[in-house]
Antibody, heavy 126, light 111 residues
Framework: QVQLRESGPGLVKPSQTLSLTCTVS??????????WSWIRQPAGKGLEWIGR???????NYNPSLRSRVTMSVDTSKNQFFLRLSSVTAADTAVYYCAREIVVVVAARAHWYFDLWGRGTLVTVSS | QSVLTQPPSVSGAPGQRVTISCTGS?????????VHWYQHLPGTAPKLLIYNNINRPSGVPDRFSGSKSGTSASLAITGLRAEDEADYYC???????????FGGGTKLTVL
């Protein structure tokens, strides 16, 4: 079955760029018409959607993070990536990658996440 | 503060029924966007429980059910079991924010 796994540095210095990789195994990232997303959860807080990418490279970002987020995809490696620039302590969180589905009904797009990785903790500290 | 409001905690004894509410507004649930629910045990991958308001993915027991009315949605769990103890999140789309949003989460304790 398809599985997602996040990887990357667990510690990033303030003002630097956070970089994470999500590796998709058990299936092709290019099949099924799925979108691929990043979500984070600061300690003791709720989930926050960061953004999504399609295998064509099309992206949508959370407006609150848009100026600092870049997502990309490498279909040959079955991986997609997150870069978050100019990080501060507020960016300390568990970061999840997820597979996202969209259902369009009556001109409304309904997005949800049917598969998640286990998450990776990223701490921003000097 | 989340735009989707959930109670911070709910509890129930084994075998009982509990419900978790998710209250939104006219720019998300009230605008006709579907609500989805996730179960999350810390340290594990969140699990999709309910999608498009009422649908259960394969493998999710029918003890879990979802509903939606107006600007709110609810997750009901019947026949509570110890393994149901987890955090539960609702999720929808907001047209004002132009993005996906989650509720603040509800911690379910099985007494």
């Amino acid at each position: 079955q398809v599985q997602l796994r996040e990887s990357g540095p667990g510690l990033v210095k303030p003002s630097q760029t956070l970089s994470l990789t999500c590796t998709v195994s058990g299936g092709s990232i290019s099949s099924g018409g799925y979108y691929w997303s990043w979500i984070r959860q600061p300690a003791g807080k709720g989930l926050e959607w960061i953004g999504r990418i399609y295998t064509t490279g099309t992206t949508n970002y959370n407006p609150s993070l848009r100026s600092r987020v870049t997502m990309s995809v490498d279909t040959s490696k079955n991986q997609f990536f997150l870069r978050l620039s100019s990080v501060t302590a507020a960016d300390t969180a568990v970061y999840y990658c997820a597979r996202e589905i969209v259902v369009v009904v009556a001109a409304r797009a309904h997005w949800y996440f049917d598969l998640w990785g286990r998450g990776t903790l990223v701490t921003v500290s000097s | 503060q989340s735009v989707l409001t959930q109670p911070p905690s709910v509890s129930g004894a084994p075998g009982q029924r509990v419900t978790i509410s998710c209250t939104g507004s006219s720019s998300n649930i009230g605008a006709g966007y579907d609500v989805h629910w996730y179960q999350h045990l810390p340290g594990t991958a969140p699990k999709l429980l309910i999608y498009n308001n009422i649908n259960r993915p394969s493998g999710v027991p029918d003890r879990f059910s979802g509903s939606k009315s107006g600007t709110s949605a609810s997750l009901a769990i019947t026949g509570l079991r110890a393994e149901d103890e987890a955090d539960y999140y609702c999720q929808s789309y907001d047209s004002t924010l132009s993005g996906v949003l989650f509720g603040g989460g509800t911690k379910l304790t099985v007494l």
